[in-house]
């Protein structure tokens, strides 16, 4: 891995957690936001978070990664020299075109730019752009410390040469990149998740189980599974033969599963209500910053046991 | 928790599994296979197992719980004084409907009678029979000695007081049962794992992403959180005033996609052939069995660490 300069452009949430990320695999790292107070929160919330990983092991006890950041006045102090520009701001196109437009103004020539967009295309935001070959989406889950993947969505027309290089720079950072072929609403991570909640949604709406049942149904059973293994390896083992005489044995049913849901409908909001009150019924409105912490130790806790099973034996 | 006896009858896989969770938590368990063959082969099978579990502490060292397994020669000699009978056998309404009469006829007046079918309704297994109030389905992920959660699934005819008494012996046995106040196909977990499935597959079909790129997805983000938290409670927790704020804010989204795929169709044998070549360039048929013994040892690695997480600080 060879050190360089990073620019984060926006820093909220997600900004602050790739500032995380880059620090850690021993890049520089400038912060920049155009709301200046919203940066100095991100810093101090990054100093929350570092010690919590070093305790963990998650990062080098000996090592200060809060040391390489540093927060940029301006955007070009940013991206002087920044061989990488990761943009994190609001999701709308319009605000995003627009610094899409200076980011290809100011930006290092050399520099790929990335967006951390979970929904609009870089086809839509840097088109009619001079650099948009250096353009791409890379699209993380939130943590990005704690939830390696990186979604890498390149517009039909980002250079080849661009997604090789911004796909090996986070995989060397120690995220976990997949590349998208195409450009697709929501990619595949929320396309996914969106499947599974249009089920869920119905079994709670058709009385079948209640919000918590469902819930555990996943993460005493199904959740272990794909913690490790994904939905595919996971019924590639689930048949003697591997995953085609699985859809052999199991395909008419999930198909008939599927065909018994008619067309697909929106949410009604009696039944956004009852889910809603039945999770202010299990978790007070007043503690879900509390159990927010919480999830975010728990995904530190099995980022660690992963990271373990990981170099076990026969992994 | 009341040491008692527990009949097993049909020892496959999942009975196998059973006897683990049963004897595991004390009870008596009595084995019974038409094919003795089978159970004598299971009974070996589960004497591989106990000392893996021993050694990662899922059962204690000083306990032989295959010191409370027996097998019995006949249906009648496992059912004798055993106050909760489990049925594992094969996945077929004729067979399960015949066993279902032998074991009402012979079963202790007092014991419950349940399924681990993954599919077939109690509704049409036990109706007719005398003491059908006494049937239910108790479905167990694989293995239920790694897996805890069980789905209880009722007749309309069974007796609500069976329903409580089962889920408390399960529970008190180590496992999560979750209870289906409807009869439905596929119960939760399958309903769950087919709607996700029907996703991949239409994004690999699309060539959106490779199948080991949608599994990448899940088990290093998605996974990880509905691993300890289920698809509710993560998304409770992902937008700042919990889930109503959240399908607020994502709820069209996700209407969107779902629209988008349009009725739902067969996976066609081209696609399957896809992901089953795209699986063995992954793992060949030889290493099939190699890794299926992975995968148990990263479930019993991840069982370990979730009763760890379990009671730390705020969980």
Chains 1, 2 share one sequence.
Not at 295 to 306: I, N, Q
């Amino acid at each position: 891995m060879v050190p360089m300069k990073v620019a984060l452009v926006g820093t909220g949430l997600i900004g602050l957690g790739w500032a995380v990320v880059f620090a850690r695999a021993g890049h520089q790292v400038a912060l920049y936001d155009a709301d200046s107070d919203q940066a100095e929160s991100a810093l101090r919330r990054i100093r929350e978070i570092l010690p919590e990983l070093a305790r963990l092991g998650l990062i080098d006890k000996d090592d200060d990664p809060a040391g390489r950041m540093m927060l940029c006045d301006s955007l070009e102090a940013a991206l002087a020299g920044a061989g990488y520009v990761q943009e994190s701001g609001p999701e709308r196109l319009a605000v995003k075109r627009a610094i899409f437009a200076d980011l290809d103004r100011l930006a290092e020539p050399s520099a790929a730019i990335a967006t951390s967009s979970s929904g609009i295309r870089m086809g839509a935001i840097a088109d009619g752009l001079e650099g948009r070959s250096r353009c791409l989406v890379a699209h993380p889950a939130n943590p990005p410390y704690l939830l390696p993947i990186v979604e890498v969505v390149p517009a039909a027309w980002t250079a080849p040469e661009v997604v090789r290089r911004v796909r090996a720079f986070l995989d060397d950072a120690g995220q976990v990149t997949v590349l998208l072929n195409k450009e697709v609403d929501g990619f595949v991570l929320n396309r996914l998740q969106g499947a599974l909640l249009h089920e869920a949604f119905r079994l709670v709406e058709d009385g079948v189980a209640t919000v918590d049942d469902v819930d555990k149904t996943v993460r005493e059973g199904l959740g272990l599974r794909w913690s490790f293994m994904g939905p595919f390896e996971t019924i590639d083992l689930n048949a003697p033969e591997g995953v085609a005489d699985y859809v052999d044995r199991l395909g008419q049913m999930y198909l008939d599963f599927a065909l018994q849901r008619g067309a697909p409908e929106p949410w009604p909001p009696a039944l956004v209500e009852t889910v809603e009150r039945q999770r202010r019924a299990l978790l007070s409105d007043a503690d879900l910053p509390k159990r927010m912490a919480w999830r975010d130790r728990r995904l530190m806790a099995l980022a660690v046991h992963k990271a373990q099973a990981d170099e076990g034996p026969g992994s």
